[in-house]
């Protein structure tokens, strides 16, 4: 079996509880409330700022060439593509590019800045994966559920059920199943906690998101 199948198996519990979620149910069915939406629109342009910042660290610490330049080319499309998508909503609804995360986009940002500074690269490879993986299969059910082209989130939904982004999604899996294999057991094993701490985090993204998660104190 794959490495990359193993960490399925091990995160699709919470997959399927991303699924469930009030937002991605409501985004699904267009019923989202705007706020709500342009509220997760404002961090994840916060969290894509770091996800790139990571991106960059983790292929500067890749011994192959090839996957250097592999992981350098999936990464700046799909931020490219991700962030042109995030302004043209910026433009429609005004918003500013200054953004305060919530404790849950910091938390998930630390992480995976730390894991790419100080964890071994096949970690910091399974640490991102999620963010790529996770989304394109969210995308993917949302997009099944489509009945027309009313939904008010259209453009959301086409950006993460596209063949480009699949591309680059597919990319991230064989590199990191590339990496697996050259690793040994107990490396494969702390890929997997990577891997499903980083689709835990993505659930509380989410969720902080529709809970338009303030500061306490």
Known sequence: MKWSEQAWERAKPIYNQILAMPFNQELSNG?????KFIFYLAQDAYYLLAF???????SSRMQDADLILDFAGFATGAIFAERSLHESYFVEFGLNNQVQ????TLLYTNYILSEAAYANVEVAAAAVLPC?????MVGDYIF???AGDQNPYKRW?????????????EKAIDITDQLATQASSAMREKMLIAFEMATRLEWMFWDSAYQMEKWKI
């Open 132 to 136: 790529f993986w996770i989304y394109k």
């Open 157 to 169: 939904i086409d950006m993460y059920a596209g063949a480009e982004f699949a591309a680059a999604v």
């Open 101 to 104: 995360p919530t404790p849950s």
């Open 52 to 58: 790139g910042r990571t991106l960059s660290a983790i």
């Open 144 to 146: 099944a559920q489509q």
């Open 31 to 35: 019923t989202l409330p705007k706020e």
